[in-house]
């Protein structure tokens, strides 16, 4: 390859907090809009902003959880534009003195199969500063409308270095950036609700070159898909570019998800462009010890190393750790049931694929907007160890609960209620079951014979006249155990 790709991600994070950045106005998604606002938001002459405590604080468990040193002293300052979406023409932000720098965000590469953990490395950032959100411009063919109502929302800012080289990278930096982000609750980073947004930064240079080549800023990356679609495509046009000979110009450009190809919209702005100065309205932040040490005491446990936990001490295989330890709610499910049975790997397969499977075709908007997984789901963490254990103990069979495992999805019932009402305990009755291996063995001779000459999957024939004749509900061990003694008379 001629030339190789340097990229870094500027990655913007809305906090999940009740009210915004430097007012007490409330945040939200979905209002009325421009019905999130007061003097704050809007600049009006005399309103002073107050910083919000909870804000500064998520800020800094970000910073930890990504290895970042928190300052002991940040300040405020403010980046002049004249724009439309912030009315009082500047952006309260972070300039010279953020309150987290440098850091690093792990990653995992593709592996060799999808079904085994690929390898690992570590990402470095820049800095991670504060700032408030800018309204919401939407355009027509003739107009333009702008709602506030996310104007002043609290928003961090998390930029990397120039440390991924590739679109697969850059998907992995989000993935793994947006999993930690919502498992520690600093955000549900739900990008069609601008709640996660991210610009990227591209340029290539000759392969085995140390110098950056001209950088070009892409926006309007809507999804991780999206950022990877446009990282991807942006290359490509750029190494055809220099290609012909061509030159590559520091600029903006917008990414079309639809067409799939970026286009010009200004050329890049630089920081004196913006004349920062320190707020005047605003202290600078002391940090003690003390504070960041009770932060650090809070701190949950990293994706990563959650997964990682669970393959060394619950032997759960890949496929399940990389579904679960994306998902706090769901990790805290699934531990929960696990700890209530001696087989965490099969509640792990069951939360993987039967509960996933049963909450997705019953997610509807409301759901996602009001209600985490526990309330959703009519199956709590006990019931699903319940209906594990009865596997277990051979009170029914994997088939049997399977097939009622749904009704206690819809319904809340326990599986031991179902059972008991249908009637679908497993037959361990000998003599039944012996008349039931005898007649399958009569019936084909054919597999019988094969399985005397060696055969040994020729059994299974055997066994599903048998599980069929019963419904499901002959115990398999046992007439496993059963065909083989009447087969070797």
């Known amino acids: 390859m001629k030339y190789e790709a340097v990229i870094g991600l500027e990655v913007h994070v809305q906090l999940d907090t009740k009210s915004k950045m430097f007012t007490r106005v409330g945040t939200g998604f979905g209002k009325p809009p421009n019905s999130l606002t007061d003097a704050v938001v809007l600049?009006?002459?005399g309103a002073l902003p107050v910083m919000n405590r909870e804000a500064i604080e998520k800020s800094i468990r970000?910073?930890?959880?990504?290895?970042?040193?928190?300052?002991?002293?940040?300040?405020?300052?403010?980046?002049?534009?004249?724009?439309?979406?912030?009315?009082?023409?500047?952006?309260?932000?972070?300039?010279?003195?953020?309150?987290?720098?440098?850091?690093?965000?792990?990653?995992?590469?593709?592996?060799?199969?999808?079904?085994?953990?690929?390898?690992?490395r570590?990402?470095?950032?820049?800095?991670?500063?504060?700032?408030?959100?800018?309204?919401?411009?939407?355009?027509?063919?003739?107009?333009?409308?702008?709602?506030?109502?996310?104007?002043?929302?609290?928003?961090?800012?998390?930029?990397?270095?120039?440390?991924?080289f590739s679109p697969d990278e850059v998907f992995a930096y989000l993935t793994s950036l947006r999993n930690s982000l919502v498992s520690a609750a600093i955000s549900p980073c739900d990008m069609e609700k601008g709640q996660l947004r991210c610009d990227a930064n591209v340029s290539i240079r000759p392969v085995g070159s140390e110098t950056?080549?001209?950088?070009?800023?892409?926006?309007?990356?809507?999804?991780?898909?999206?950022?990877?679609n446009g990282v991807e495509y942006e290359i490509r046009r750029q190494t055809k570019v220099l290609d012909e000979g061509g030159e590559i110009?520091?600029?903006?450009?917008?990414?079309?998800?639809?067409?799939?190809?970026?286009?010009?919209?200004?050329?890049?702005?630089?920081?004196?462009?913006?004349?920062?100065?320190?707020?005047?309205?605003?202290?600078?932040?002391?940090?003690?010890?003390?504070?960041?040490?009770?932060?650090?005491?809070?701190?949950?446990?990293?994706?990563?190393?959650?997964?990682r936990r669970y393959r060394d001490e619950m032997n759960l295989p890949y496929s399940s750790t990389s579904a679960l330890c994306g998902d706090r709610l769901l990790c805290e499910f699934f531990e929960t049931a696990a700890a209530l049975t001696d087989v965490p790997a099969k509640v792990a397969n069951w939360v993987v694929n039967d509960l996933l499977r049963e909450l997705g075709q019953t997610n509807s908007e409301e759901d996602e907007e009001n209600a985490s997984l526990p309330q959703r789901c009519k199956v709590t963490p006990n019931m699903l160890a319940d209906l594990v254990n009865l596997i277990e103990d051979a009170v029914i069979s994997n088939n049997v609960a399977k097939e009622i495992f749904p009704e206690m999805f819809a319904s809340g019932r326990t599986a031991k209620e179902i059972i008991a009402e249908k009637g679908l305990e497993m037959q361990s009755d000998g003599d039944e079951i012996e008349s039931?291996?005898?007649?399958?063995?009569?019936?084909?001779?054919?597999?019988?014979?094969?399985?005397?000459?060696?055969?040994?999957?020729?059994?299974?024939?055997?066994?599903?006249?048998?599980m069929k004749a019963t419904r499901g509900q002959a115990n398999p061990k046992v007439v496993d155990e059963t065909l083989r003694r009447l087969l070797a008379q």
């Not at 990504?66 to 972070?94: E, H, T």
């Not at 932040?285 to 809070?298: A, E, G, N, T, Y």
């Not at 291996?437 to 399985?451: G, L, V």
């Open 436 to 466: 039931l291996c005898a007649q399958a063995i009569a019936s084909d001779s054919d597999a019988a014979e094969k399985f005397r000459g060696g055969k040994e999957g020729a059994i299974n024939a055997l066994k599903g006249v048998v």
């Open 62 to 120: 970000v910073g930890l959880l990504l290895g970042c040193k928190i300052a002991k002293v940040c300040k405020w300052d403010r980046k002049n534009y004249f724009y439309p979406d912030m009315p009082k023409n500047y952006q309260i932000s972070q300039f010279d003195q953020p309150i987290c720098e440098g850091g690093e965000v792990e990653i995992e590469m593709p592996g060799e199969s999808p079904a085994v953990m690929g390898p690992h």
């Open 122 to 164: 570590m990402v470095k950032l820049t800095r991670i500063h504060l700032e408030e959100d800018v309204g919401k411009l939407t355009h027509y063919e003739s107009d333009s409308l702008v709602d506030y109502n996310r104007a002043g929302s609290p928003l961090l800012e998390i930029v990397s270095e120039p440390d991924l």
């Open 43 to 45: 600049g009006l002459p």
């Open 249 to 307: 110009f520091q600029e903006t450009r917008r990414w079309n998800p639809e067409q799939k190809y970026t286009t010009p919209m200004r050329s890049k702005e630089m920081a004196h462009d913006y004349r920062y100065f320190p707020d005047p309205d605003l202290m600078p932040v002391q940090i003690s010890d003390d504070w960041v040490d009770k932060i650090r005491d809070q701190l949950p446990e990293k994706p990563f190393d959650k997964q």
């Open 212 to 228: 950056l080549g001209t950088k070009v800023e892409l926006k309007n990356l809507n999804t991780i898909s999206g950022v990877r």
